[in-house]
């Protein structure tokens, strides 16, 4: 399976993302019953609240994403350490639903 990560942007500074690409890689976690995945695009949101997603969502589908996957840095606390879950995931996640949603999975997480 093909997939898209979004990432929160807040984080980009010190997380290197290398545990989502580890999971995504081996099929771990939130992959674990879909085996390993390729990921085919690796993006922000594009900054609070999540302007850019839908655009962005709709690229990763057009360049092969059967998923789109938010990372959980957008939607656990803790990951990476000192950080929040993004208080617009809510919205995201609605955005995603109606420009994607209907044509591929949306995955909530990628690891612990």
């Not at 976690?29 to 690796?42: C, L, T």
């Not at 840095?73 to 993004?86: L, Q, R, S, V, W």
Request: one cysteine or more; charged letters at 30%; aromatic letters at 6%.
């Amino acid at each position: 399976m093909k997939i898209g990560i979004f990432r929160c942007m807040q984080t980009e500074d010190f997380c290197p993302s290398t545990k989502c690409f580890e999971v995504a890689r081996e099929g771990n976690e939130a992959f674990k019953e879909i085996g390993p995945v390729e990921v085919v695009g690796f993006l922000s949101c594009g900054g609070d609240p999540g302007k850019k997603v839908a655009r962005r969502a709709k690229m990763m589908v057009e360049k092969g994403a059967e998923a789109i996957v938010l990372g959980s840095c957008m939607t656990k606390d803790n990951i990476p350490e000192g950080t929040f879950a993004c208080p617009h995931i809510e919205k995201i996640k609605e955005i995603l639903s109606r420009s994607v949603g209907d044509k591929i999975q949306i995955i909530d997480w990628t690891h612990e």
